[in-house]
């Protein structure tokens, strides 16, 4: 399935709205951002002051700042927060809550993948939802739709894990769908949903991405947790951690 125009636009209509036939909805189209701003590890760094930002202003958080409810551009940070669309792990129930925006085909997004899962398991009350937001290369979007439409078959989780693993860069459509052929996962019905759950998978992107514009967000990785934005690479557990009981603290 090619990708839409609003996901990867051309130079002449990405200052533009692009238009989706299908749905006969304008969307904004993504810009292939990956700020290296974006890679320096937040594990280096102690706590949030450098590295996160409150929801709602550009300003560094200080350890008094008390978090706003909305992100820059006005969009309700409960938006960001409880898409029922959007995969959940860890605690569904967790008083915590993180978001992680991620592309299969960001080297970091993959250095971050197994600490994120491990310090969330440990923690045991997070809240972990994923954003899926391929806006590297035109495979990553082949990449999204195999793991969101794994979702119709609890499969998820089976799918972005393997997706993570693979450690070559700017990884093909078909060695993504050769990964995900060899897991558990019932790769026919995959197709099916693939297709059956096309307009639902994009219009989940969609929003993944204007959730994304709205909060300023130049690259992948870029994580929410609790109401404070880390945008970067988060390479170790225990810098998770750290980041769960600030953003515990400042709730």
């Known amino acids: 399935m090619a990708a839409p125009s609003w996901l990867f636009p051309t130079p002449r209509n990405a200052s533009n709205l692009a238009s989706d036939d299908r749905h006969g909805k304008e969307r904004r189209p993504i810009t292939m951002a990956h700020d290296v701003r974006n890679r320096a590890d937040v594990s280096a760094l102690a706590g949030l002051g450098r ?34 669309a959007a995969p959940v792990s860890g605690n569904p129930a967790g008083k915590l809550t993180m978001v992680a925006f991620l592309d299969y085909n960001c080297p970091w997004c993959k250095k971050t993948a197994v ?9 045991g009350d997070v809240r972990m939802v994923y954003k899926d937001w391929p806006i590297i290369t035109p495979d990553s979007v082949e990449g999204a739709r195999l793991a969101l439409a794994a979702k119709y078959q609890d499969g998820y989780h089976i799918v972005h894990d393997a997706l993570m693993a693979i450690k070559t860069p700017k990884v093909k459509a078909d060695e993504m769908r050769d990964t995900v052929r060899a897991t558990s996962i019932d790769f026919a019905r995959l197709e099916h949903d693939m297709k059956s759950k096309a307009a639902e998978i994009d219009d989940l992107l969609a929003r993944n991405h204007e959730q994304a514009m709205s909060l300023q967000l130049t690259g992948t990785p870029a994580f929410i947790i609790g109401k404070f934005l880390v945008p970067g690479a988060v390479q170790s557990a225990e810098a998770f951690t750290d980041l769960f009981k600030r953003a515990r603290e400042q709730a």
């Open 51 to 84: 590295r996160a930002f409150l929801l709602g202003s550009i300003s560094v958080v200080s350890a008094a700042a008390s978090p706003a409810a909305a992100s820059p551009n006005g969009l309700k940070l409960e938006m960001i927060l409880r898409d029922p």
């Open 115 to 123: 600490p994120m899962s491990n310090a969330v398991s440990a923690d």
